[in-house]
């Protein structure tokens, strides 16, 4: 089993997952009832909370989304990368199986109907009424689509999910024993001085800033062995660091630890707890950790060899499955870390020229794609803005895209239409339905003009891409999917852009 199969698994197995939950309700759907197979497929168990019958805390929901797709799974199924084409490609697996589903509305209703007397805990009309409406009747495909995408991004987003995952945790730790407790929450196993080689010196050796997809920043740590030519380097966020001190803190008490910022005590659940505030995700707090982490891990191997060489300590320094794969995605710049990453200092766009709409800022250094979906349906030509990909970056930085249209010839600017901005991406995913109520005669005259930009609040935006298609060469007897390769302005019409 390699490990390109086992996240296509994942990926593939997330998918009907989170269909599956969303149409069938299944609640109570904490980290606990997910599981995952050494394969990568993941499943769910425990369906005690079907058909909407989420648990409750008081007058409160715990299941305040329509299904559970984390960060995490997110990590997993881009493969650690964030900005790459493997989360559209769930996203349309997603949306595709939930469509099929819809065309099969009817057998799904009868079917429950038919279980209403069977006497099965939660088959009640409410229940069957709940698929019913999250089968979503009554809207096209396309419609679907853009309403299921728009449950993706709540999903990934929603803050509810992460608060149930940590009370649920906190619940479990009653019943965890001492040697459970001792482990920490990242690495499965415990490892010590012979397994892995004694420990000679370890330093942080740089910052890296990483989304997954949330922006965040990641410590990068040499580690120097006896009998080992070549260092290993581990990559460890700041909740990790934090835990590993307050684990040493519980088994070592009589060392005065040094603290690490932003931090305040929990009420006490099998022992003291830490919880970490405030704004964890800027460059200049980053850089305070930094300074912590050195003074920590200073204090940490000026100690004694009981504590230096623990089995705790090892257990932190093991090299991870995940810091392979950081290891290789660095390994290109690797020379360029040890010249800049120990100041953190990064590359500074350079001012961007004034510029006016007949003369747009062209951005060519990479040419992307934009995936269409057209429809005619009642007169009406439903455009999907569906997804972009290999989006050109904007000097240094990533590009905040957004999508115009106009159907040209438009002096008038009367059709211009845009989507939704998504924030720092080269692969973002839209899925936005642009309509217009046209007759299909005059509809062939028109050419469609899809136009791609960079959104920036103090400068004029930059432009990324275009897509022409003329209309009157498309058959509109069915629906029309397909990429298309992103082009040069080509329209000097000033009052289309």
């Not at 099929?100 to 006497?119: E, T, V, W």
Request: hydrophobic share 35%; with cysteine; aromatic share 10%.
């Amino acid at each position: 089993m390699t490990k390109q199969v086992a996240v296509e698994n994942f990926t593939r197995s997330c998918a009907g997952y989170c269909v599956a939950t969303y149409v069938l309700g299944v609640c109570d759907r904490h980290n606990d009832n997910i599981m995952v197979k050494q394969t990568g497929h993941l499943f769910h168990i425990d369906f005690n909370k079907i058909l909407g019958d989420a648990q409750m805390f008081g007058n409160i929901k715990r299941d305040r989304v329509k299904f559970v797709l984390t960060s995490d799974m997110a990590y997993v199924i881009n493969d650690g990368d964030r900005q790459s084409d493997r989360f559209q490609h769930f996203i349309d697996m997603c949306v595709k199986a939930f469509n099929i589903l819809r065309r099969h509305a009817n057998l799904f209703i009868n079917l429950f109907s038919l279980m209403l007397r069977s006497g099965i805990p939660g088959i009640t009309e409410k229940g069957v009424e709940f698929v019913q409406r999250a089968l979503l009747p009554g809207l096209t495909d396309t419609q679907a689509t853009s309403m299921f995408t728009r449950m993706i991004q709540e999903s990934l987003s929603a803050k509810s999910t992460q608060f149930n995952f940590f009370i649920h945790n906190l619940a479990q730790m009653k019943f965890s024993s001492h040697n459970e407790g001792a482990l920490l929450s990242f690495v499965p196993k415990v490892y010590n001085q012979q397994t892995d080689g004694k420990i000679k010196h370890v330093e942080v050796f740089g910052i890296q800033k990483r989304y997954t997809p949330e922006k965040h920043y990641i410590y990068t740590l040499k580690i120097v062995r006896e009998n080992q030519k070549v260092p290993t380097y581990i990559f460890r966020i700041f909740p990790e660091f934090v835990e590993f001190r307050n684990k040493l803190a519980a088994e070592f008490p009589l060392v005065n630890w040094p603290p690490l910022q932003g931090r305040v005590w929990s009420a006490p659940v099998g022992g003291k707890r830490w919880v970490l505030l405030g704004r964890s995700h800027v460059k200049a707090v980053a850089e305070n950790r930094k300074s912590e982490i050195e003074r920590f891990l200073q204090d940490l191997f000026c100690a004694s060899g009981e504590i230096v060489h623990c089995e705790l300590v090892y257990t932190f320094f093991h090299p991870l499955l995940r810091d392979e794969q950081e290891a290789q995605k660095e390994r290109i710049a690797l020379p360029k870390l040890r010249e800049e990453n120990r100041s953190f200092s990064e590359k500074k766009t350079s001012p961007k020229s004034p510029t006016t709409p007949e003369n747009p800022i062209l951005v060519q250094s990479k040419q992307g794609q934009l995936k269409l979906s057209l429809e005619y349906v009642k007169d009406t030509l439903h455009i999907m803005i569906m997804h972009a990909k290999d989006l050109p970056m904007v000097g240094s930085e990533l590009p905040s895209p957004y999508v115009k249209t106009y159907l040209l010839p438009d002096p008038d600017k009367q059709t211009k239409r845009k989507t939704k901005v998504v924030k720092d991406s080269t692969h973002p995913t839209y899925n936005e339905v642009i309509e217009y109520k046209l007759s299909q005669d005059v509809l062939r005259q028109k050419l469609l003009q899809v136009t791609i930009w960079d959104h920036d609040v103090l400068r004029e935006n930059p432009f990324l891409g275009a897509v022409y298609v003329r209309l009157r060469d498309i058959d509109f007897t069915n629906t029309v999917s397909q990429w298309y390769k992103l082009e040069k302005l080509q329209i000097t019409d000033t009052n289309a852009l």
